[in-house]
C-alpha cells in the first residue's frame, strides 16, 4: 500500500478563484477525514466521510466548503470564491475504525494571493 | 468542547539529553490517545498511541502513559538524538466523534 496520497501538493491561486483537491486513502479504508493546518498550529478537524456518507462538518466549514466521496473511496474538497484567509495546509487522512489512528497524507499547500 | 493544552515551544536541548514534553487533555469520556510527529518538509506521522487508562505507547525511544487520574499523556525519551528535532503534537480522539483534536505542537530542536 502506498499510503493517503494528495493532489496537487501545491497550489496558488488569486483571490476569488474556486480550486479543489483530492484526496486517495489507503484502499481498505472506510473512513477519511479534512483537515486543515495554518502555520505554527494544530490540523483543525473541518469534516469527515464513513463510505460515502459525510457525518460530521465543523463549523470551520463554511458554506464556501463543500467535500465529496461519491464511491466511497477518493475525496474531494472544493473551495469557492477563495479569501487569503483559506492559505493553509489541507490535510487528509483515513482510518479503518472509528477510535483507531489515522494516516495522514502529505497535504496541499494553498496559498492565496 | 474538547480539548488539548501541551507545552509551549520551541525546546531546545543538547544531544543525549533526557526529554519531556508535557501534554493534558479534557477528562470527557475515555479517549484515545495519540503522539503525532512532524519532521521537516514531511507529513505527519503517528509516533506511538495509548488507548486505555495506565496503557504506555513506545515508539523509536519515545515513552507516553495514559494517565487517567491526572488526565495527562505526556511524551518522554531518554537520550535525544539530532534527528528527533520536529513538531510534536499531543492528540486525543473522543470515541463519540472520532476526530482527533490536536495541540497547538512542540517543536524540538536538538543541538549536536
Known amino acids: 500500500d502506498t499510503g493517503v496520497s494528495q493532489d496537487p501538493r501545491h497550489k496558488i491561486t488569486k483571490r476569488g478563484q474556486n480550486v479543489t483537491f483530492r484526496c486517495d486513502p489507503i484502499?481498505?479504508?472506510?473512513?477519511l477525514y479534512w483537515y486543515r493546518q495554518t502555520l505554527g498550529q494544530g490540523p483543525e478537524f473541518l469534516t469527515y466521510?464513513?463510505?460515502?456518507?459525510?457525518?460530521?462538518k465543523s463549523r470551520l466549514l463554511s458554506d464556501r466548503f463543500s467535500a465529496e466521496r461519491p464511491k466511497g473511496s477518493f475525496s474531494t474538497l472544493e473551495i469557492q470564491r477563495t479569501e487569503q484567509g483559506d492559505s493553509a495546509m489541507y490535510l487528509c487522512?483515513?482510518?479503518?475504525?472509528?477510535?483507531?489512528?489515522?494516516?495522514f497524507g502529505p497535504g496541499t499547500r494553498l496559498t492565496v494571493t | 468542547g474538547n480539548s488539548v493544552t501541551q507545552m509551549e515551544g520551541p525546546v531546545t536541548l543538547s544531544e543525549e539529553a533526557f526529554l519531556t514534553i508535557n501534554c493534558t487533555y479534557t477528562?470527557?469520556?475515555?479517549?484515545?490517545l495519540f503522539w503525532y510527529v512532524q519532521y521537516p518538509g514531511e507529513g505527519l506521522q503517528l509516533l506511538l498511541k495509548?488507548?486505555?487508562?495506565?496503557d504506555k505507547g513506545s515508539n523509536k525511544g519515545f515513552e507516553a502513559t495514559y494517565r487517567k487520574e491526572t488526565t495527562s499523556f505526556h511524551l518522554e525519551k531518554g537520550s535525544v538524538q539530532v534527528s528527533d528535532s520536529a513538531v510534536y503534537f499531543c492528540?486525543?480522539?473522543?470515541?463519540?466523534?472520532?476526530?482527533?483534536?490536536f495541540g497547538s505542537g512542540t517543536r524540538l530542536s536538538i543541538r549536536p
Open positions: 487522512a483515513s482510518s479503518a475504525e472509528e477510535g483507531y489512528e489515522q494516516y
Open positions: 484502499s481498505e479504508h472506510n473512513r
Open positions: 466521510f464513513q463510505n460515502e456518507a459525510q457525518l460530521e
Open positions: 477528562a470527557t469520556g475515555y479517549p484515545s
Open positions: 495509548a488507548t486505555k487508562a495506565d
Open positions: 492528540a486525543p480522539s473522543y470515541s463519540s466523534a472520532s476526530k482527533i483534536i
